[in-house]
């Protein structure tokens, strides 16, 4: 992988800055409404634990003016039982009162410093010569031996903990991260037919992907569904109304236009639905192609397009989820990502990335994936090939 891991770190005794991403949907209490994330690091920091590291915890939640900006007490509870190990909290993250909780641990302790985003500081994007001269850099280093990152889910950002940090301080890859970079970094070593299921409704991000695993002859076929799909049933000629059509456009002015381009140098390789499903006084409603339009937004694929959709995952090597393919929330319209993600998952091998994606299969209860990714931003940069901030500056 070219970097270090926590293979070349000796732990024992040492004080150890992690960085893990334990950003979580909260509930309206703000209490923790999902805690995958946590569940994900808990290798990571028993390994640490284990091998006597004394070790201060790094993340963040939320965003600065937003619903989930919160504390991480709730977390420091949830780790410590997850662990079966208590975690201590600290409302700070690296004023005096944060440096004296770090020097106050012995072996195989560990602190859950304050939310790093509660300093300015950590919620702008800097390159990294610069993250490494800010205050959090710098009056952390000092206190740390050695610094892990595990946050995979982060590593896009160019931020002080995740990129100033090992800057200054001997850095290595916690286990999610080695994880989660051995899997996605390697697409091209995975079984063929390759097969990308595309949904969801981040519309721009599912064409860079697309484009991207085309171009590099990644993709052996692609199924579109979701809002992604529509866009792609409007791209190949279909009206399918006013109401879908709104929906893509305010999302992205051009996504019909990109489609067609996709369509037009790729058209072998990339499905598109054969029918849909809308609503209609509280009911699920199919409809098919040479229906259309229809006077409802498209909230699913059809029944016909999820068993072909289906039928192509019986035969794939490798099954690559990113975006569910309707709006699976609402039951009437969870048919198409039950169908389509539960024949993914009898795939050779099979790999999904997405927040809303690992979440539509946890609350359907798919099981089966070979590798999950706790990344959203972070894994769609890697599956289109561009390299990670976090993951330049370990390799350095
Ligand atoms: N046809 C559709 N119309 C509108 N929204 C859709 C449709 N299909 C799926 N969605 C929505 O897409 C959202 C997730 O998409 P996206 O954010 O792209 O996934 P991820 O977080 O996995 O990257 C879900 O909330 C789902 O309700
Ligand atoms: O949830 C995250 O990313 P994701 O929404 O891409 O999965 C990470 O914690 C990064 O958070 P951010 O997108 O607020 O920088």
Redesign the pocket.
């Known amino acids: 992988m070219g970097i270090p891991t926590l293979d070349d770190l000796a732990v024992d005794g040492t004080t150890v800055g992690v960085r893990v991403d334990i950003n979580s949907p909260l509930d309206e209490d703000g209490r923790l409404a999902d805690d995958a994330r946590l569940h994900a690091h808990v290798g990571t920091l028993q390994e640490l634990l284990d091998r006597g590291g004394k070790l201060a915890v790094l993340a963040h939640q939320g965003r600065p003016g937003g619903d989930e900006f919160a504390t991480l007490e709730d977390h420091a509870d949830r780790l410590g039982e997850l662990l079966d190990h208590p975690i201590t909290y600290c409302d700070a993250t690296f004023s005096t009162d944060a440096r004296d909780a770090i020097a106050a641990l012995d072996s195989g302790e560990a602190v859950l410093l304050e939310n790093t985003r509660f300093y300015s500081e950590e919620y702008m994007e800097f390159p990294p010569a610069e993250a490494a001269e800010t205050f959090l850099v710098d009056r952390l280093t000092p206190v740390v031996d050695a610094f892990v990152n595990d946050a995979f889910a982060a590593a896009h950002r160019s931020q002080p903990s995740i990129v100033g940090l090992p800057m200054r301080v001997d850095s290595y890859a916690g286990r999610v991260m080695e994880r989660e970079l051995d899997v996605l970094s390697n697409i091209e070593d995975t079984p063929r037919p390759r097969v990308y299921a595309l949904?969801?409704?981040?519309i721009a991000?599912?064409f860079d992907v697309a484009e991207s695993v085309l171009e590099r002859g990644l993709a052996d076929e692609i199924l579109t569904?979701?809002?992604t799909g529509?866009a792609f049933l409007a791209a190949s000629g279909v009206d399918i109304g006013e109401p879908s059509m709104d929906?893509i456009t305010d999302r992205d002015a051009t996504a019909v236009e990109q489609a067609e381009a996709l369509l037009s140098e790729y058209g072998e390789k990339i499905h598109v639905p054969e029918d849909v499903a809308v609503e209609r006084d509280g009911e699920r409603v199919e409809v098919g192609i040479d229906e259309l339009p229809v006077d409802a937004?498209?909230?699913?694929v059809g029944s016909d397009t999820a068993a072909a959709y289906a039928d192509v995952f019986e035969t794939a090597g490798t099954a690559i989820l990113?975006?569910?393919?309707?709006?699976?929330?609402e039951e009437r319209f969870a048919h198409g990502t039950r169908e389509i993600f539960g024949a993914a998952a009898n795939a050779e091998y099979s790999i999904v990335g997405?927040?809303?994606?690992?979440a539509s299969l946890r609350q359907l209860g798919i099981e089966g994936f070979d590798h999950v990714s706790t990344g959203?931003g972070a894994a769609l940069r890697l599956l289109t090939g561009d390299e990670l901030p976090a993951v330049e500056v370990l390799r350095e």
Do not use: R, Y
């Open positions: 949904g969801g409704a981040k991000d599912a569904s979701g809002m529509n929906a937004p498209a909230l699913d990113n975006g569910p393919p309707g709006v699976f929330e997405g927040g809303d994606t690992a959203g």
